[in-house]
């Protein structure tokens, strides 16, 4: 069984993918006569091809085992997918570049707790990668007519090494 060691979440790092929503580097704005401070334009959401609209979901992952053992990537080719955390808690991102229409060499990242992820359009992912304990994230995502969902098993099971995400916050 081959083994991903993951790298920190970086805007570089997973700039390929799509996007690391974070407040660091973010354009920031005082608005509500100064009582707030806002965070603008964290993500490029794009769900519109074929008539899509935009959802936003809450999503309640149930904890993964450490080491996690992978079988099962997907991709979205209508829409982007972003996923925002709701406690600060680190979780897994595995993605993966297109080769031939499947998933090609994963790459695995951790999130520093607050980070979330947008994934572009037809980005091959892993599903849902909660640690520790259950985690809930708000989703937004694509809705409308059409397929939006491919999945593509892997060849051969991948573990994502355990390290120092594993333990609950």
Known sequence: MRTLHPE???AAA?????DVIELAG??????????????????QVDVLAEGGRTLINLFRAQPR???????????HPL???AFLPLAEAPYL??????????PGALRAFVSSGWQGVNYARNVW???LLALGAV????????????????ECPLEEAVCVASGPFDTAR
Do not use: K, Y
């Open 8 to 10: 920190p979440l970086t």
């Open 14 to 18: 997973f700039a390929p993918f799509g």
């Open 26 to 43: 973010a354009r920031q704005m005082p608005i509500n006569a100064g009582t707030t401070i806002r965070f603008h334009d964290l993500a």
């Open 65 to 75: 085992d450490v080491p996690v053992r992978l079988s099962l990537m997907e991709r």
């Open 79 to 81: 829409g982007s997918q």
């Open 93 to 102: 991102v595995v993605v993966a570049e297109d080769d031939h229409g499947r």
């Open 125 to 127: 992912h892993h599903p």
């Open 135 to 150: 985690r809930d994230f708000i989703v937004v995502d694509r809705g409308g007519a059409g397929v939006n969902l491919e």
